[in-house]
């Protein structure tokens, strides 16, 4: 195995030496970002996400994936729900039934062909963390460089599985990395929910700074509140990565993004739309 897993890291220097080439031109921060269906589904008991409230309280989840374009290139973060559970008529259904019943009314496949961006188009990549809804489709970009905590890539999945393909090429990271060099994409390290979870400041033009919470927080109510799901691996560091995301919103006069937020997200521009 850790011969494979050093394989991966090899390329991924090598992929990323040719990104950092392809990067030297004059041409310097974020030009758009499109934020993509990448799943809906109604959890059964939302007291899982806030411990002693709501008990027995159903609602509705969405997974939402963002495609950026930079100007060296186009970057993705998040996959959401695997494309094949858009063939499931009733869904994916959670072993847990206070989870949520994932359904996938878009394939993230389609979506990035209606814009005209073709997997190989996407030379770089992240997700927020390794559960089953954040990595469904990690796969579809197999050459795509993905930037992941070292917290995350070592942390043994089901049956000691590695969390990846270890011939999928990757950088892990420890803490913080701006992405491109020039501060309009920052990886924050935002661990609680996972021992590698992180999070994404994106700096627009004209909407201005964004912070893509991953799963920090999965609704308003709960960031409000400053609660902690049960099923978060550190109750400590949660609230520490909540107010490492309230201190860079108050310095970057940025907005917060909820990923799993069905409220904020209707609010906002679908692909094909985008935000610039």
Known sequence: MMPRIKLAFAIAALALSGFAAHAQSDKTGVEKLYVLNCGEGTAGDISRWSPGVNE???MDFVDTCYLIKHAKGWFLWDTGIPDAVAAMPNGLAPADPKAVTWRRP??????LEQLGVKPDDIKAMAVSHTHPDHIGNVELFPQSVLYVQKAEYDWPGANNAPRFKPSHPAEPLNGDK???GDGSMTILST???TPGHQS??????????????GDAVHFKDN????????MNVDKDQTAASMQKIADILAKEKAQLWINHDKAQR?????APEFYD
């Open 200 to 213: 994404l400041l994106v700096k627009l033009p004209k909407t201005g700074a964004v912070v893509l919470s």
């Open 106 to 111: 878009k394939t993230l496949a389609a979506q």
């Open 178 to 180: 701006d992405i491109f």
């Open 56 to 58: 027995g309280k159903t």
């Open 266 to 270: 209707d609010s906002q521009k679908l």
């Open 191 to 193: 661990p609680g929910h």
């Open 223 to 230: 960031w409000d509140h400053r609660r902690v799901p049960s």
